[in-house]
């Protein structure tokens, strides 16, 4: 009996891993790339990233945290050099800085924060924190999602009032 | 002979009747099943540990969940609330989130709440949060905690206020 050669095991695995449609339909749902935006750090701000970040074959590269911090609630100005502080369940502490784009992410080789999170924010010597944790999705925008109604705050933003995060 | 095939077909359309009548009968309209669940008029102070423990908007706290639950926190009930801590979990929230509980194994939690608790590992939800099933949010009930008193003590029938207040002040 001939072995099939690897590549067609790819193939296939790769065919296999594609014929996911809720998946499908969670990705065709974020739309196209912004023109003028390359593929990379700074793109999809405010998108939930580990719907393609999830490290499936053919998705980019596997996440374990990610989001986008913009500086109000009611536009999309970001909020650059921002940190994000995550603390996990065991009480280890990661931080992170928002890059140009409001983005900031962690590779799931690099980091593996163990469930539920707590996460605040600071910004210009000011921080706040979230009020309720993160119960295991490592996308903020998963939860915070625009726009705004019963089932999402909305974006994660930092300019808040009297200092507490919805 | 003749006497003895009269009488086997009697027989036969007597059971065929009996079977018709059987598939046509309709449940009596007075009829009742009488659950026992656990109170709703003390229900709030747990309802308040779940939204906070399971009803973040990436677990609990989405529609498409058998364990649904609403709070401010969360998913909200009404559409004209978002979810922010600045403005309170609604008596209706409460409620549905009664409805949760006690609607996911109706006739085991009747079995628990008349047999005052005991037991509670009969119920799906608190192994899920002991941790004794898998759980995608993992064990966040631990045997003697406040959360495990506040759960138990409502399935008894007597709910540990103080017990579900310390619970609120978990991580």
Redesign the interface.
């Known amino acids: 009996m001939r072995r099939l050669p690897l590549a067609l095991w790819l193939v296939a695995a790769a065919l296999a891993a594609s014929c996911d449609p809720v998946h499908e339909q969670q990705i065709d749902a974020l739309g196209g790339e912004t023109p003028g935006v390359p593929r990379g750090p700074l793109h999809r701000p405010g998108q939930p990233c580990i719907v393609c970040h999830d490290g499936a074959i053919g998705d980019p590269p596997a996440f374990s945290i990610a989001g986008t911090v913009f500086a109000y609630g009611n536009d999309a100005t970001p909020l650059p050099d921002a940190t994000v502080t995550i603390t996990s369940v065991d009480g280890s502490v990661q931080t992170f800085t928002a890059n140009a784009a409001g983005n900031f992410y962690a590779s799931a080789n690099d980091y593996t924060p163990k469930y539920p999170l707590h996460v605040s924010l600071t910004s210009g010597g000011s921080t706040i924190k979230m009020v309720s944790h993160v119960g295991g999705n490592g996308s903020c925008a998963f939860c915070h999602s625009d726009p705004t109604g019963p089932s999402s705050p909305g974006h994660v933003y930092f300019n808040v009032p009297n200092g507490v995060a919805p | 002979m003749i006497r003895m095939r009269s009488v086997i077909v009697g027989i036969g359309i007597f059971g065929a009747a009996a079977v018709i009548a059987l598939a046509c009968s309709s449940p009596s309209s007075t009829a009742t099943a009488q659950e026992v669940t656990p109170s709703e008029a003390s229900f709030a102070p747990l309802g308040l540990v779940l939204i906070?423990a399971?009803g973040?908007?990436?677990?609990h706290?989405?529609?498409g969940r058998n364990l649904r639950i609403y709070g401010n926190?969360?998913?909200?009930?009404?559409?004209a609330?978002?979810?922010?801590?600045?403005t309170p979990t609604t008596a209706d929230e409460i409620s549905q989130d009664f409805g949760s509980v006690v609607g996911l194994e109706p006739e085991i939690m009747s079995e628990v709440a008349a047999d005052k608790g005991v037991d509670p590992e009969r119920l799906t939800f608190y192994r899920k949060a002991r941790g004794l099933e898998s759980h995608?949010?993992?064990t966040i009930v631990l045997p003697g905690d406040a959360r495990d008193v506040c759960i138990t003590s409502w399935l008894s029938g007597s709910i540990d206020e103080a017990q579900c207040t310390v619970a609120l002040t978990y991580?």
């Open positions: 906070q399971c973040t908007l990436d677990c706290g989405q529609v926190t969360g998913l909200r009930l009404s559409s609330n978002v979810p922010t801590s600045l995608k949010g993992g991580p």
